[in-house]
């Protein structure tokens, strides 16, 4: 199972958004937590990520994965 790294509740503020697509509501990243994801994707596709960084790309794919499941349960149920 993996470990998260980042604490979801850090990301509150600054990282999640909720954002009103084609009349839906759907979980999302922010810009900048957008930007900082694809930075990571870069840097691995080179493969220079550090340890830290690895768990942060780790994390964040993870937390991907779990809003893409969230918005199909909710559009699901429209």
Same mark, same amino acid.
Request: hydrophobic share 40%; net charge negative; aromatic share 8%.
């Given at each position: 199972?993996?470990?998260?790294?980042?604490?979801?509740?850090?990301?509150?503020?600054?990282?999640?958004?909720? &954002?009103?697509?084609?009349?839906?509501?759907?979980?999302?990243?922010?810009?900048?937590?957008?930007?900082? /994801? &694809?930075?990571?994707?870069?840097?691995?596709?080179?493969?220079?990520?550090?340890?830290?960084?690895?768990?942060?790309?780790?994390?964040?794919?993870?937390?991907?994965?779990?809003?893409?499941?969230?918005?199909?349960? /909710? /559009?699901?149920?429209?």
């Amino acid at each position: 199972m993996l470990q998260v790294s980042i604490s979801p509740s850090a990301l509150l503020d600054e990282g999640i958004c909720v &954002e009103n697509i084609d009349g839906f509501r759907l979980f999302k990243f922010t810009e900048a937590l957008q930007s900082k /994801l &694809e930075t990571l994707l870069k840097k691995n596709e080179l493969n220079t990520l550090s340890s830290a960084e690895q768990k942060e790309l780790d994390s964040l794919n993870e937390l991907e994965r779990f809003f893409t499941y969230l918005n199909a349960r /909710l /559009l699901a149920q429209t």
